[in-house]
């Protein structure tokens, strides 16, 4: 199957700063790649689905200040989290999809990102 | 708006005990359906699928058939192995569509 990867694994970072977290689909062109949250003991929430090339549709509720997302090229989405703060510890996990029109594709997810702002 | 409702857990299972874990969905159209798995420290791994009503979709062992009828995706295993023991999630969507969530049951096997 296709691989999505995520760069860092784990990333620790002080309070006020910004961390960016790279997904790239490794063997397939991702023409959609969509960013979720999973809060601890809880399940994964939907944040934003990015086209390549165009800017990302944020879900309600979401800040598009604060998590910045860039799908610059068909293999690499990147998500900023500006001015980190404690309670945006989290687990990020990306998702991608190739694109044809018309055809149903599979969502591919990556292994997530742990951040932890101290 | 779409939603998937699983049992929260924990279950706990001796080894090679039968396992089945609920999972109902709301949806318009017809989604896909699917359970990912979450291995303790580890990001998702798609565990298996169905893309349509009656379709059975296995992987390692486990189980769901698309029920339409019922609107379910049940999870379910004859022998459970302590390898097993991780977090299940149900999901509906994907392709064009988001990829909506349950809230994952966490499973433990004891020896």
């Known amino acids: 199957g296709a691989v999505v990867s995520q760069h860092p694994s784990r990333v620790i970072c002080k309070s006020g700063t910004s961390v960016k977290i790279e997904c790239r689909s490794l063997?397939?062109?991702?023409?959609?790649m969509f960013w979720y949250r999973q809060f601890p003991k809880k399940s994964l929430m939907l944040m934003a689905t990015s086209n390549e090339g165009s800017k990302a549709t944020y879900e309600q509720g979401v800040e598009k200040d604060k998590f910045l997302i860039n799908h610059a090229s068909l293999t690499l989405s990147t998500l900023t989290v500006t001015s980190a703060h404690p309670e945006d510890s989290s687990f990020y996990i990306c998702s991608a999809r190739a694109g044809d029109s018309g055809s149903y594709n599979e969502q591919f997810f990556g292994p997530g990102t742990r951040l932890t702002v101290l | 708006g779409d939603s998937v409702t699983q049992m929260e857990g924990p279950v706990t299972l001796s080894e090679e005990a039968f396992l089945t874990i609920n999972c109902t969905y709301t949806a318009t159209g017809y989604p896909s359906l699917f359970w990912y798995v979450q291995y303790p420290g580890e990001g998702l791994q798609l565990l298996l699928k169905a893309t349509k009503a009656d379709d059975k979709g296995s992987n390692k062992g486990f189980e769901a058939t698309y029920r339409k009828e019922t609107t379910s995706f049940h999870l379910e295993k004859g022998s459970v192995q302590v390898s097993d023991s991780a977090v299940y999630f149900c999901a509906s969507g994907g392709g064009y569509q988001k990829v909506t969530f349950g809230i994952g049951t966490k499973l433990q096997v004891i020896p």
């Open positions: 063997d397939f062109q991702a023409t959609t």
